[in-house]
C-alpha cells in the first residue's frame, strides 16, 4: 500500500501536519524502513503511524521539536487544517459548532506563551479528544501550576495573568523538558490515529 514515498506523503500530511521536516527526513526514512522490514497487513495504516513514530522517538532532541512544532496552537483559529480546527472545536464540524468564547481564546493565546517561556523550543500539544478549548485551557493551566480565571470571568483575575516572563524555565534537554517532548511526541500520535478513525482509513 505504501510502496512509494508520495503516497506516504500523502496519507502523513493529513494524519500529522504538514512540514519541512515531514517531507526530508520522516518520509525517506520511513520508506526505508518499510522496504526493509514491510508493515503488517491487517492495519497498515495504524502500523504507519507507529513505525512514524518511533522513527521520530529516535531522532535528537532537536529534530523531535521541530516536528512537533509543525502543530498548530492550541486556540488558534486562522490558517488551521480541517481536521485540527475539527479536533479544536471538540470534534464538530466548522459548520456545526459554536465559536469558542472570546475570553477562553485570549486565555489560550496566553497560555501558550507562558508554555513557550517555561519549555522553551516546544509547543504545547494534546490529545483533544472531544473535548472543549475551554477544558484544554485548564489542563494547560495545570501543567504550569497556574490558577483559573476562566472560572470566575470577568470578577476574577486578569486572563493574562500571571506575565509570561515572570515564569521560571526549564533548562533545554533537562529530564523535565525531554520527558515533555516525549508526551509531545506520543500525543502526536494519538491524534493521528484518531484523524485515521474519522477519515476511515
Known amino acids: 500500500m505504501y510502496e512509494n514515498q508520495d503516497g506516504i506523503v500523502s496519507v502523513l500530511t493529513q494524519l500529522f501536519e504538514h512540514s519541512d521536516i515531514l517531507i526530508t527526513k520522516l518520509v525517506p526514512e520511513l520508506f526505508q524502513s518499510i522496504r526493509n522490514t514491510p508493515l503488517e497487513t491487517i492495519d497498515p ?12 522517538h529516535a531522532w535528537n532532541a532537536h529534530e523531535q521539536a521541530e516536528f512537533i512544532t509543525a502543530h498548530p496552537r492550541i486556540g488558534e483559529i486562522k490558517q488551521l487544517s480541517a481536521l485540527s480546527a475539527k479536533e479544536q472545536s471538540g470534534g464538530l464540524s466548522a459548520t456545526t459548532r459554536s465559536e469558542t468564547p472570546p475570553e477562553v481564546l485570549k486565555r489560550l493565546e496566553h497560555l501558550n506563551a507562558c508554555y513557550e517561556r517555561v519549555y522553551s523550543g516546544l509547543r504545547y500539544i494534546t490529545f483533544v479528544n472531544g473535548r472543549t478549548r475551554a477544558a484544554i485551557a485548564r489542563e494547560m493551566e495545570d501543567k504550569l501550576q497556574l490558577g483559573h480565571p476562566l472560572e470566575s470571568y470577568p470578577d476574577g483575575s486578569p486572563l493574562n495573568e500571571p506575565a509570561a516572563e515572570s515564569l521560571i ?10 520527558s515533555e517532548l516525549k508526551r509531545a511526541v506520543d500525543d502526536v500520535g494519538k491524534i493521528a490515529k484518531s484523524r485515521q478513525k474519522s477519515l476511515g482509513w
Open 169 to 178: 524555565y526549564v533548562a533545554k534537554n533537562s529530564e523535565d523538558w525531554l
Open 45 to 56: 495504516t495504524n502500523a504507519l503511524i507507529e513505525r512514524a513514530i518511533a522513527i521520530i
